[in-house]
């Protein structure tokens, strides 16, 4: 409603206040009066009926007109502000998220994915909310946003986070064994860190981009990916090693640092890596900026930071996984987790009853695609995890092998 509102806080704030101070002043006065009634008619004091007046219309007309007076306020209020947290502010960044028995995804538009939800400070959001099984609901109290997730159904809510800092999330749907274990966060980050995480997290198809624009440019006629040797030196393990060079015909050591790489791509005639004929073309206003940089990150190894591999006692917690399965061999909606590793499976395929290893590969069938196997005795009600990346889910089987068997 009104534009000048930054956040969802500052709309309903002030309206949980004037409601909340209002119903204070009603309780508080209609106490009072309710008590100085007790005792000034009591029987005691007053034996006899006081008098026989039976209506008073200036009263009556006072007290309908001004508690219909705050019941509007009330309501403008309150719908003011309703609108204010359905009308997103134009440029909000779109985040979807995901809730399943019983966990979080959240998806960004680049296609990374996250358990919790990272957004910039200051940059409104806008989160579309998204339920693959069961009612869900979206609560974010820091922002004052809650709302309900039913399958089949689209619905988003919109906050814009003031400061940086951590704040709760939860799933505000009680009917259900594992909602209450739905907890995960808002992750505020500074915009720089933010858009840092965001292309870190791209990191695969960043590195693949640079990879393609070798290609492009047709450096890969002259240099190898993989260590072999063509016309010129390999781009494996080129970055941060020594290079001996002829500069201007004299010898010298240097260290192949990004500048150094820039260089002999723009004026390779500048330094001639020694053993090498000086045939390389300078690519000096031949490719854009952007992409000079995009090559520059592939061949330094900054566009595919090696990332830490996945652990998966810590996804098996995050995915929601011991809202139904145990670690400890109890009884829980889904077969515990504990010496499951290469144990027997009776399994229903289909209605048939078959009897299988639990290797590997069933594990995995398991996990992306519970319903193709169903185990005896256990209803069909896991949800598929087909969003996780391959190293997540041989991360979550290897969680699983050390728990025995
Ligand atoms: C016609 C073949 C040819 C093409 C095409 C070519 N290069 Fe080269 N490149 C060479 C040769 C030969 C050398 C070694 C001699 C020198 O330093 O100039 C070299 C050296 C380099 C070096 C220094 C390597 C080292 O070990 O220190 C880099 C970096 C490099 N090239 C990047 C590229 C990039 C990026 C492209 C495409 C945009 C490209 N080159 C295209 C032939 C080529
Ligand atoms: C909503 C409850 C629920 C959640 C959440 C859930 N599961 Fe399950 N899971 C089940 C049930 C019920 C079964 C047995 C029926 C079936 O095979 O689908 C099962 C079966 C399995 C099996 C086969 C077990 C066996 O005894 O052969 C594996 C492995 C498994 N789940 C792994 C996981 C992992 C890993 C997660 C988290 C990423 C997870 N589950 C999350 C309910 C759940
Ligand atoms: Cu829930």
């Not at 909310?129 to 997730?149: E, Q």
């Not at 720089?192 to 393609?212: I, K, S």
């Not at 090559?295 to 995050?318: F, M, R, S």
């Amino acid at each position: 409603m009104n534009p000048s509102l930054v956040t969802t806080q500052e709309a309903i704030d002030p309206v949980f206040i004037f409601i909340l101070g209002i119903s204070l002043v009603m309780l508080v006065g209609i106490t009072i009066a309710m008590i100085y009634f007790i005792i000034r008619y009591h029987r005691s004091r007053q034996p006899e009926p006081t008098s026989d007046v039976d209506h008073n219309l200036g009263l009556e007309v006072v007290w309908t007109v001004i508690p219909t007076l705050i019941v509007l306020a009330m309501f403008y209020f309150g719908w003011a502000s309703f609108l204010t947290l359905r009308n997103v502010p134009e440029g909000a960044l779109e985040i979807s998220a995901t809730a399943r028995m019983w966990s979080w995804t959240f998806e960004y538009a680049g296609g990374q994915t996250s358990n919790r939800l990272r957004v910039p400070v200051g940059q409104p959001v806008k989160v579309n909310l998204h339920s693959v099984d069961v009612l869900h609901a979206f609560y974010a109290p820091a922002f004052r946003v809650k709302r309900d997730m039913v399958p089949g159904m689209e619905n988003y809510v919109w906050f814009t986070a003031p400061e940086a800092g951590s704040y709760d999330i939860f799933c505000a749907e009680y009917c259900g064994v594992g909602h209450a274990d739905m907890t995960t966060s808002i992750e505020a980050l500074p915009p720089e860190e933010f858009e840092h995480w965001l292309r870190q997290e791209a990191a695969p198809e960043t590195a693949d981009l640079g990879r393609e624009l070798l290609g492009k440019h047709g450096c890969l006629g002259c240099h190898s990916l993989d260590g072999s040797q063509m016309v010129g030196p390999t781009f494996k393990g080129l970055s941060g090693r020594e290079a001996t060079v002829l500069q201007d015909g004299v010898e010298k050591t240097l260290v192949t640092d990004r500048d150094y790489l820039e260089r002999s791509i723009l004026q390779p005639g500048h330094d001639i890596v020694k053993g090498y004929p000086p045939v390389m073309p300078g690519y000096e206003g031949r490719i854009p900026e952007g992409e000079l940089v995009q090559i520059l990150d592939y061949l330094t190894g900054a566009a595919a930071p090696a990332k830490p591999k996945p652990d998966g006692a810590a996804l098996v917690q995050q995915n929601g996984c011991l809202g139904c399965h145990s670690d400890d061999g109890s009884s829980k909606v889904g077969p515990t987790f504990k010496e499951l590793f290469g144990a027997q499976r009776t399994v229903s395929v289909d209605g048939e009853t078959r009897s299988l290893t639990a290797d590997r590969v069933y594990l995995e069938r398991a996990i992306l695609e519970p319903s193709a196997e169903l185990v005896e005795g256990y209803p069909g009600m896991m949800p598929p995890y087909g969003h996780l990346s391959a190293d997540q889910v041989e991360a979550i089987i290897d969680y699983l092998e050390g728990l025995g068997k």
